[in-house]
Structures are given as C-alpha cells and as structure tokens.
C-alpha cells in the first residue's frame, strides 16, 4: 500500500523508535519521516540499524539518526535516555516497537530465556518511559505508545505475560495523566509476515500440528503487510488523545486518518436486501448512542467497557462505530449499505451477554426490569435484521 502523507503533520517532532533495523520498525521509521518528524531510530543490530537510518535519510534527507542500544541492559538503557536528552532534547514522541520473542512449553523454556524476555519486552519501556516522562510533564507534551499482541497463546507465555504486563502499565499510565496533554495508548500491528513473526509462528504452528504456510493461509484475512503496520503506527500518533487508555490496531489507524476501507478484521460482507430504514437506523442510533456514552464515562470504567466490549465482539468499539456509520451514511444517499451478518451476530451475543450482567449487579429490581425490558429489545432489533439478512 504506498499512501500519500501529509509531510508537514509532525514537523517539529522528534520520534525515539526503538526496534528499529527491519520489520515492522524500519518501516514505522520510514512512516514517520514521511509525516516531517526527525526520527531516532535504536536497535540492538548496529548493521541492521545504520542501514534502516540510511534508507530512511535517502527518501527524507537528515531525517534520520540511529543510536546503538541493547535494552536488556539497564545500564544501556540508562546512557541512551541520558543521550537523547543531552543531544536532541526530550523525545515527543516515545514509541516501543523493540521485543523479543521467546516461544515454547511453561516448564520447558529455560529461566534466562524468561528473564531476557522481561528485561526487553517490560522492564525497558519502563525505564524508557520513567526516564522521559518528568521532561514530557514539564512542558505538559508528549505521546508515548506501546506496540501489544494478540493476548494469552499457547507455546507464547515467556512473551505474551509481559507484553500483557506492557499494556497493563500503559493502562495505569493513563489514569495519571487524564487531564494533561500527554497521551499513552497501545497498538497492536496485527499479523505481519516478518522474521521475527515468522520464527515464532513456526514454533507455534509446530505445536499445532500446522506447517508455517498452513498458519498463514488460515489467517490470510488478518495478515498485513510491514509496510501497512508501520504507517499505522506512525499514523495513529496524529490522534493520540482519541486513543488515550486505549487499545487499538494498525488498520483501525489507516481507517481513521486515511478511509482505507473495510477493516480486514470484520467479518466478510455480504449484499444486504431491502431492508427496513427504520429498523436500520434504530440499530445505527443504539449502538452509537452506547459507544459515545462510553467514551464519557470516567478513565477506569471506559478500559473495562471496552476492553470488554472487544473481547465478546472481536473488534474494537471504534471500528464497529465507524462500520456502522459508514453504513449509515450508505443509507441516508439512498443507497443500500454492506453489511455483515457476523458482525451484528456478535453485538446481539454482547448484547445479551449484557442483560446477564444486569440480572446479577442491578439491585433494584424497578430498574432491573426498565433496563432489561430496554436490553431485550435491543436484541430483538437486532434479530430482526438477522432474519432478514
């Protein structure tokens, strides 16, 4: 996908991008030089790093600097904060793509391996972010992003624990900085075919019986390229204080700031038939109406909701209030709009998986049967729709 940037939109900025020599991170350093920032790119490869740094300087002249890190050690970790800030000032933009990935069964990966995947994978952009955030809180500016995955996978404890421990941080991160202008989110690049990916997925599909094409071909619909996932990294930056405390991905990035279309986690589309404009935009105004009386909520009810809400649904709230919206805007031109009979499957579930919830936390029981009379038909809307589609 070769994207036109807006080349002046982090004029000024200076980006340190650590896990920068290849992948995913080469091309959010390219990404982000596109968009005007300078960008300082670390990685424990010196080779891999100085080539990335060049390749970025020959498309974006002095855009670029590498800086030698290994950030298993906290002393280098130490001289590399104290650098930067000597020589180029306190970063706007702190980014933590660098991970290393350790595979294999709970028992059978040795202890060292475990504690070389918390000393990159944790403790660095703990001390990274601890280092630059007195800097960033002085001048009341400053963005500082973690890059997550998927969440708990068999054979992936040695990583996955701490990448989940990573967003957990940046999730108490916020709550502090809720009512200043610096912001803090995570951002998951999806499936990326890279060396890194494609060494721990043959581990992974060993133990599953699967052959390493096998995996890719039953994942094909979720896979991006480096290059989408790494502009959007650098792009999801430009609405930093949208994501605040949240969790997002690449392609929910590329939607926002570009319109790229479906996102590829929604499940296949299909034609719809005619169907009933009121029932639509009865269903269109619940679900925003929700969404948006979400994002009001103070900063600790907001995680839970939606972490919740993207765990029964698969896909982030956002992303469904932006594919119905588009739905919507399909409908209001006269049109008839695309929809997924999957995803509208899925909010039903959530739905009903909410009326549960309210049996057993709302004690008055005149307010129990309102809100539960209103959940129900909710669900029956959307049944509705389902028949017919």
Same mark, same amino acid.
């Given at each position: ?14 980006v ?10 080469r ?6 030089a ?17 080539q ?30 104290e #650098?930067?800030?000597a020589?180029?000032g ?10 290393? *990935? ?7 990966v040795p ?9 990159v ?8 972010t ?13 963005? *500082?992003?973690?890059?997550?995955s ?12 701490? #990448? ?22 995570t951002?998951a690049p ?8 494609e ?13 390493? /094409? ?7 619909a979720?896979?991006?390229s ?8 650098a ?11 949240q969790e ?16 590829r ?10 169907l ?9 105004d619940?679900?925003?109406?929700? $969404?948006?009386?979400?994002?009001q ?10 972490r919740?809400? #993207?765990?029964?649904?698969g ?16 409908? /209001?031109?006269g /049109? ?5 009979? +999957?995803?509208? +499957? #899925?909010?039903?579930? $959530?739905?009903q998986?909410?009326?549960t ?14 809100y ?18």
């Open positions: 996908m070769d994207l036109t940037f807006d080349k002046t939109a982090l004029t000024g900025n200076t340190l991008l650590t896990g920068a020599g290849g992948g995913i991170g091309e959010t350093a390219l990404a982000f596109a968009l005007g920032a300078f960008v300082l790119l670390t990685d424990i490869d010196r080779a891999r790093g100085e990335a740094t060049a390749a970025v300087n020959l498309r974006f002249p002095q855009a670029a600097h590498f800086l030698h890190a290994d950030l298993s050690d906290k002393e280098a970790v130490a001289a590399l904060c #650098k930067v800030l020589q180029y306190c970063p706007d933009i702190l980014f933590h793509n660098a991970a290393v *990935v350790v595979t294999g069964q709970v028992g059978a202890f060292q391996a475990w504690e070389h995947s918390y000393a994978n944790l403790r660095a952009p703990i001390l990274l601890s280092s630059f955030l007195p800097h960033m809180r002085k001048r009341d500016r400053g963005c *500082v992003v973690f890059v997550s998927s969440g708990a996978a068999p054979y992936l404890n040695a990583y996955e624990v701490f #990448k989940t421990a990573q967003g957990e941080f940046s999730n108490g991160l916020a709550a502090e900085l809720e009512g200043t202008h610096i912001y803090t989110y951002i999806g499936l990326v075919r890279t060396q890194t990916a060494d721990s997925i043959q581990a992974v599909a060993a133990h599953m019986g699967l052959s390493t /094409e096998a995996f890719y071909r039953e994942q094909a979720h896979t991006l480096p290059q989408e996932a790494g502009q959007g990294f792009l999801s930056t430009l609405s930093a204080s949208t994501y605040h405390g997002i991905s690449s392609l929910q990035a590329l939607h926002k700031c570009l319109g790229t279309g479906r996102d986690t929604t499940p296949p589309a299909t034609e719809a038939p005619a009933p404009p009121a029932l639509l935009i009865r269903i269109f619940t679900f925003q109406a929700q $969404y948006h009386g979400w994002l909520r103070n900063l600790f009810e907001r995680q839970w909701v939606l919740d809400f #993207k765990k029964r649904v896909l982030p709230a956002e992303a469904v209030d932006n594919t119905l919206q588009t739905a919507r805007n399909t409908l /209001e031109r /049109e008839s709009p695309t929809l997924s009979p +999957a995803l509208f +499957a #899925k909010l039903q579930a $959530y739905w998986h909410q009326y919830l309210l049996q057993s936390f709302e004690r008055d029981p005149d307010q129990r049967k309102a539960g009379r209103q959940i129900q038909a909710w669900i029956a809307d959307l049944q509705q729709l389902l028949d017919l589609l």
